[in-house]
């Protein structure tokens, strides 16, 4: 039986060897403003957090994760590069499945602000899983990494308009409706609706001239050449592509059938590998899923990560996450990518390893 | 020991449920006043009669301070979380009948589908800078079938009643809400889009969580024997 003190103990110890890495610690408020959250989730999160309310500063949220008051900190004191560490409580609301905690703990590791460079890119996101491996050392773990650049490549080359590539790159983290997407530019568009009656009261905020564009638009739609089999066919074996590491960047070259952009994007899944060689982590034990983090991580735009282990919750996760700091900076570029290990799953790790 | 009947306290829906039992050989009367929450059941041994406003009936079922209940499914399975778990149908009775559906003005005639409702709240929220508000009291329901739906882009605003109202009212530029004849989302100048997403009826629950004696098991079997219902869990 573990107890509370001893995963606490742990989580401390995994801080300490963070902030031996220079990470300096973040320690914010259990209640969050839920403005922000809701803004970056939508309405989603309303299911996964606890919502509360507060008198004087309205809706609150005990926090779901410790990434976005991190980079609202980070933001706010407008500071340079940065390697941060946090370690406590999360909350998240459980509607299905009551065997799933409510509250757990979470040490995190976070690079945010490097420069914006490729080479940085790699740099930091070999340093953030290689910290998080070395804190693991020793433990039975699997690592998975994924790459959305791989998958954001091959939509961003598709030969169809820049609007039905934003629409899928929008829905990527939605399988049902991303297919649903991908099936709908594939086939001949519904004949576009009439404008209404005009004898029909409109009511409502959305006026009628983003009505009438909107129907300019399916007009347009209706007129756009259909996706190609064979680059839908392209992307849907990137995206089933689970292999070890060197094996994955293999087939990436190989599906990108001489797609020089594509070939790009397996070069760069190939420098990480060799940042992460220099390191001393063999790619060879590594996993490769191009779809990894699909469903649950939302905001992962680039490198994503996990460590997993046999009947326990995922040991650590993480990812790059630059869309979020653009999103909560109102569009500006700050390089992030940071990721967090549940103690409790490390310790019972630990205890099983005895 | 006794069975645990808890039945609308008022209303069409309550008359209704005391239809159905009657026509079953059950009688069940109020007593006292008719300000006065109590009554009795004629016909059948070693049943209680608890009044109770139909939207807590759901939460006494799956706390099992009652056996057997009557409610509408859609309160049901927007109330109670994990709700098959703790509470098993047992009859549709026929009556209550009311659709959750989601309604967009009828002057949106680009959104037919949930694929077009969910390309017009991306539009609306880079338009308007907010997220297109959907009012309802529904939200588990609603916020689970937009979710299965890939939809985003959206926020629930919760609205208690006159639900139709909130678009002209400019609180909100859709809703979800049940709907028996869709007259009322008519007046509103309301058009219904995608699927049901819940098909509701007035309906005989059991508790699954209830403690039952081995007299109160024979109590409800009798009981349910009596008004040819086949037991559940």
């Known amino acids: 039986m573990t107890v509370k003190s001893d995963i606490r103990a742990e989580a ?34 309303r299911a996964r957090a606890f919502v509360t309310q507060d008198p ?47 509250e757990y703990m979470q040490v995190g590791f976070e690079i945010i602000g490097h420069a914006p460079s490729a080479d940085a890119e790699i740099a930091a996101d070999a340093e953030v899983f290689a910290t998080i491996a070395d804190t693991l050392n020793g433990l039975p773990v699997t690592g998975t990494i994924g790459d959305f650049n791989v998958l954001t490549t091959a939509i961003l080359g ?60 399916l007009a347009e739609e209706a007129e756009t050449p259909l996706l190609k089999s064979v680059e839908v066919d392209r992307l849907m074996a990137l995206m089933a592509i689970r292999s070890t590491a060197p094996a994955a960047v293999d087939d990436i070259k190989r599906i990108a059938g001489g797609d020089e952009d594509i070939v790009d994007a397996a070069r760069g899944v190939e420098a990480l590998l060799d940042a992460l060689a220099a390191k001393n982590i063999d790619p060879a034990t590594l996993k490769f899923e191009a779809s990894y983090g699909l469903t649950a991580l939302e905001y992962y735009t680039g490198f994503v990560f996990g460590f997993s282990a046999p009947n326990l919750p995922t040991v650590a996760t993480g990812g790059r996450y630059d869309l979020l700091t653009a999103t909560l900076s109102g569009g500006r570029r700050i390089p992030a990518v940071g990721g967090v290990i549940r103690p409790d799953a490390a310790l019972a790790l630990r205890g099983a390893a005895k | 020991m006794t069975i645990k009947l808890g039945i609308p306290s008022k209303g069409r829906l309550m008359a209704d449920t005391f239809d159905w039992f009657s026509a079953r050989g059950v009688t069940i009367t109020r007593t006292g006043t008719d300000r006065e929450y109590a009554g009795r059941v004629d016909g059948v041994d070693g049943v209680e009669l608890v009044l109770l406003a139909a939207g807590e009936i759901p939460r006494e079922l799956a706390a099992g301070r009652i056996h057997l209940g009557v409610t509408g499914s859609d309160v049901v399975q927007e109330k109670i979380a994990r709700w098959d778990t703790k509470i098993t149908p047992l009859a549709p009775l026929g009556f209550g009948q009311a659709d959750l559906i989601l ?131």
């Open chain 1, 12 to 45: 401390n110890r995994l801080r300490a060897a963070f902030e031996a890495r220079g990470a300096e610690t973040f320690e914010p408020q259990i209640l969050q403003p839920a403005g922000a959250l809701l803004n970056l989730y939508g309405e989603e999160i």
């Open chain 1, 56 to 102: 004087l500063r309205g809706e609150m949220m005990l926090r779901p994760d410790f990434t976005v008051p991190l980079v609202q900190a980070h933001i706010d004191h407008a500071r340079a590069e940065t390697r941060y560490t946090y370690a406590g409580e999360i909350f998240r609301r459980q509607e299905d499945d009551d065997t799933r905690p409510t």
């Open chain 1, 158 to 217: 598709l030969d169809t308009p820049r609007r039905r590539k934003d629409a899928l790159l929008r829905h990527l983290w939605r399988p049902t409706r991303f297919k649903a997407l991908l099936d709908r530019f594939s086939r001949p568009a519904p004949p576009v609706p009439a404008p209404a009656d005009l004898n029909i009261p409109h009511v409502g905020l959305r006026s009628p001239v983003e009505i009438e564009t909107r129907l300019a638009l």
């Open chain 2, 103 to 233: 309604a967009v003005p009828k002057t949106w005639t680009d959104v037919r589908d949930l694929n077009d409702l969910d390309a017009a709240a991306d539009a609306f929220r880079r338009a308007h800078g907010f997220r297109l508000r959907i009012a309802t009291k529904y939200h588990r329901l609603v916020r689970a079938h937009l979710k299965a739906a890939g939809v985003a882009s959206y926020q629930l605003v919760d609205s208690q009643g006159a639900t139709e109202g909130t678009v002209a009212n400019l609180t909100a530029e859709a809703i979800a809400d049940i709907t028996s004849t869709g007259a009322t989302l008519d007046a509103n100048h309301l058009k219904v889009i995608g699927d049901v997403m819940h098909a509701s009826q007035a309906t005989l629950f059991q508790s699954l969580t209830a403690p039952m004696s081995a007299e109160d098991q024979r109590l409800l079997r009798g009981f349910l024997a009596k008004i040819g219902v086949s037991p559940g869990g």
